[in-house]
């Protein structure tokens, strides 16, 4: 059982890592918090390629696996019901920008049909 609260606890801890990783690397690029009568685009080239074609990506992926799985095994007690709320609240953030992300890009290759 420990190894499946680990697994969840290092897939949390890399996706909210991912998510923060993201909006600090746009923010320091400058389209996230644009002042007004900037307008900005970002390819979805510039996300995958900051995401799944880098390897550091998936270098932290199995990082905080190893670390979520260390931190389940060696937790001395029994984890709280409030911690896993906490968890799953917390996990919310980043499945809905990747939902919308994935919807984004489902949008844009239904338009790219129609325009061929």
Not at 1 to 18: D, P, R
Not at 26 to 37: E, V
Request: aromatic letters at 14%.
């Amino acid at each position: 059982m420990w190894a499946l609260k680990g697994t969840f606890i290092g897939v949390s801890m890399f996706a909210v890592g991912a998510v923060v990783f993201t909006l600090l690397f746009l923010r320091s690029r400058g389209p996230l918090l644009a002042g007004p009568g900037q307008h900005w685009a970002i390819s979805i080239n510039v996300i995958s390629q900051l995401t799944i074609y880098n390897p550091w990506f998936w270098a932290a992926f199995a990082a905080c696996l190893m670390i979520g799985l260390a931190i389940a095994a060696s937790w001395p007690g029994r984890f709280s019901p409030a911690f896993w709320i906490a968890m799953v609240v917390i996990d919310l953030v980043p499945a809905g920008m990747l939902s919308v992300i994935l919807l984004l890009v489902f949008k844009l290759k239904e338009v790219t049909k129609h325009v061929q």
